[in-house]
């Protein structure tokens, strides 16, 4: 029980449950008593070290990342130091090794010891656990500061506990393989599947785009074109595209249907998916055409260059300064939750093929491994 769970059965704002669990003269007796039956009743205990963090915090922002300091997250970050110096707080940076398994304790600890003032969660936390994830966002609402997820959903089920900001994932899997299908693919597989459909992971999203996105073309959507990642620790790496593609390319059937298009679930993976391609003997767009997700400079830099969708990082900076700020100076305002749009960079990795049947589907060319 959470002291926002508690101010949501109770019908009052966070800030009168805290008021009213301190025995503040400026509650109302009757609802004071009311809010103390209820956290008896559901077993709420005041967090008393989360007290102690709003006394003498520090004009500071805790920006946490977890695993891998990827380019993407580097970009943000000094996009989110810029956004709040002009908001007049200083950033300090901290790092949650993934082997680390009490994240929560981790996150109070140092929180504690710094007396920020907000907390920043830049890229994925916890683990790829649906309901692990959730326990430990409803853990970090106990901290009772000022959070925001960065580039991640919040995990703690219906009703968020904090704010999010993120690149709108589900609509850049679909605009992706709608270029493709514009292009005249029909057989196109997904590289960077996980283990388990789990709605609000980046994965998951952006595969329910690509499945959209064929569904609304009439193209039946294959499950065998899916290329599961087998580095689950890993899901967005390099090393992930390129082991998953070339066990996925070793089962395939030597008689199965040529695929002619992949979509990559992020840049790291396409680029990995690449080499994958180029020791089977595909040319890429010649016999199979690749496009990634994030935008990245080694997209740009890769040979043939990939087709992307670029995160707006910018944007996704100054909405998650703008509304961890906002939410320090009224900690009762509404939780927000925000998707922005990415745009679609076209590279040199995509091959247009020939439209000849009379109804309008794609007859598909498959050249071949050379």
Same mark, same amino acid.
């Given at each position: 029980?959470? *002291?926002?769970?508690?101010?949501?059965?109770?019908?009052?704002?966070?800030?009168?449950?805290?008021?009213?669990?301190?025995?503040?003269?400026?509650?109302?007796? =009757?609802?004071?008593?009311?809010?103390?039956?209820?956290?008896?009743?559901?077993? %709420? +205990?005041?967090?008393?070290?989360?007290?102690?963090?709003?006394?003498?915090? =520090?004009?500071? *922002?805790?920006?946490?990342?977890? &695993?891998?300091?990827?380019?993407? $997250?580097?970009?943000?970050?000094?996009?989110?130091? !810029?956004? /709040?110096?002009?908001?007049? %707080?200083? !950033?300090?940076?901290?790092?949650?090794?993934?082997?680390? !398994?009490?994240?929560?304790?981790?996150?109070?600890?140092?929180?504690?010891?710094?007396?920020?003032?907000? +907390?920043?969660?830049?890229?994925?936390?916890?683990?790829?656990?649906?309901? #692990?994830?959730?326990?430990?966002?409803?853990?970090?609402?106990?901290?009772?500061?000022?959070?925001?997820?960065?580039?991640?959903?919040? %995990?703690?089920?219906?009703?968020?506990?904090?704010?999010?900001?993120?690149?709108?994932?589900?609509?850049?899997?679909?605009?992706?393989?709608?270029?493709?299908?514009?292009?005249?693919?029909?057989?196109? @597989?997904?590289?960077?599947?996980?283990?388990?459909?789990?709605?609000?992971?980046?994965?998951? $999203?952006?595969?329910?785009?690509?499945?959209?996105?064929?569904?609304?073309?009439?193209?039946? +959507?294959?499950?065998?074109?899916?290329?599961?990642?087998?580095? @689950?620790?890993?899901?967005?790496s390099m090393r992930n595209g390129y082991e998953s593609t070339r066990e996925w390319l070793a089962a395939r059937p030597a008689d199965a249907e040529p695929v002619t298009a992949f979509v990559g679930v992020c840049d790291a993976v396409a680029v990995g998916a690449a080499r994958a391609f180029r020791e089977a003997g595909?040319?890429?767009?010649?016999?199979?055409?690749?496009?990634? /997700?994030?935008? $990245?400079?080694?997209?740009?830099?890769?040979?043939?260059?990939? =087709? =992307? *969708?670029?995160?707006?990082?910018?944007?996704?900076?100054? #909405?998650?300064?703008?509304?961890?700020?906002?939410?320090?100076?009224?900690?009762?305002?509404?939780?927000?939750?925000?998707? *922005?749009?990415?745009?679609?960079?076209? @590279?040199?990795?995509?091959?247009?093929?020939?439209?000849?049947?009379?109804? &309008?589907?794609?007859? +598909?060319?498959?050249? @071949?491994?050379?």
């Amino acid at each position: 029980m959470t *002291i926002k769970e508690l101010a949501r059965i109770c019908g009052v704002a966070v800030s009168t449950v805290s008021r009213a669990m301190n025995d503040r003269a400026d509650v109302n007796p =009757t609802t004071r008593a009311r809010i103390r039956a209820a956290a008896e009743e559901h077993g %709420y +205990v005041p967090n008393a070290s989360a007290r102690h963090l709003k006394i003498g915090s =520090t004009r500071t *922002i805790a920006v946490f990342i977890q &695993g891998e300091l990827g380019q993407m $997250l580097i970009e943000i970050l000094q996009c989110l130091e !810029t956004d /709040f110096a002009a908001a007049g %707080y200083d !950033t300090t940076l901290s790092h949650i090794a993934d082997k680390q !398994t009490d994240h929560a304790a981790t996150v109070e600890r140092i929180v504690r010891q710094g007396k920020f003032t907000g +907390v920043v969660f830049l890229g994925r936390y916890g683990n790829a656990d649906p309901e #692990s994830s959730a326990q430990l966002s409803r853990r970090l609402a106990e901290i009772d500061v000022p959070m925001v997820f960065c580039t991640t959903p919040d %995990y703690s089920g219906s009703a968020a506990e904090h704010a999010s900001i993120s690149v709108d994932d589900l609509a850049g899997g679909r605009d992706l393989t709608e270029h493709l299908l514009a292009r005249g693919h029909r057989r196109i @597989g997904f590289i960077g599947a996980g283990a388990e459909q789990d709605g609000d992971h980046p994965w998951a $999203l952006r595969l329910t785009g690509y499945t959209r996105a064929l569904e609304a073309a009439d193209v039946a +959507v294959d499950p065998t074109l899916a290329v599961p990642s087998v580095i @689950g620790a890993e899901p967005y790496s390099m090393r992930n595209g390129y082991e998953s593609t070339r066990e996925w390319l070793a089962a395939r059937p030597a008689d199965a249907e040529p695929v002619t298009a992949f979509v990559g679930v992020c840049d790291a993976v396409a680029v990995g998916a690449a080499r994958a391609f180029r020791e089977a003997g595909l040319v890429i767009p010649d016999d199979v055409s690749l496009v990634g /997700f994030d935008g $990245l400079d080694l997209a740009e830099f890769h040979n043939p260059q990939l =087709t =992307t *969708i670029a995160q707006p990082i910018a944007e996704i900076a100054q #909405s998650s300064a703008r509304i961890l700020v906002a939410t320090i100076d009224d900690p009762d305002r509404a939780v927000e939750q925000v998707w *922005i749009r990415g745009r679609l960079i076209e @590279g040199a990795s995509v091959a247009s093929l020939p439209t000849t049947d009379m109804a &309008g589907s794609a007859q +598909v060319v498959h050249r @071949g491994a050379r």
